[in-house]
Nanobody, 120 residues
Framework: QAQLVESGGGLVQAVGSLRLSCAASGIIFSIGAMGWYRQAPGKQRELVATIHSGGSTDYADSVKGRFTISRDNAKNTVYLQMNSLKPEDKAVYYC??????????????WGQGTQVTVSS
């Protein structure tokens, strides 16, 4: 059974930085797109950034120029470097990855989430 485990969340002051990591483990034949989502209290979960298997990236307008998504395929890990953090970035951040687990079909897997709190 594959799983995604996030780390790196915490409390930071505004304009500070944090780096999130998400490692996929288990029997995995291939990993497709990987991404980060976030959910603030009382709001819907939203896409923050995606990185495709070829390395291309997409970002939400609200984080462009501040956040950078990257991946290390050898470590089955995706990262989110968050700079110039704002109080409105406070949320639970979730990792998502498309995993090929059985050579027949891809599955969409989620991590358990990591809390990011930004104080003003």
């Amino acid at each position: 059974q594959a799983q995604l485990v996030e780390s790196g969340g915490g409390l930071v002051q505004a304009v500070g930085s944090l780096r999130l990591s998400c490692a996929a483990s288990g029997i995995i034949f291939s990993i497709g797109a990987m991404g980060w989502y976030r959910q603030a209290p009382g709001k819907q979960r939203e896409l923050v950034a995606t990185i495709h298997s070829g390395g291309s990236t997409d970002y939400a307008d609200s984080v462009k120029g501040r956040f950078t998504i990257s991946r290390d395929n050898a470590k089955n890990t995706v990262y989110l470097q968050m700079n110039s953090l704002k109080p409105e970035d406070k949320a639970v951040y979730y990792c998502k990855a498309n995993l090929l687990l059985n050579l027949r079909s891809w599955s969409e897997n989620w991590g358990q989430g990591t809390q990011v709190t930004v104080s003003s």
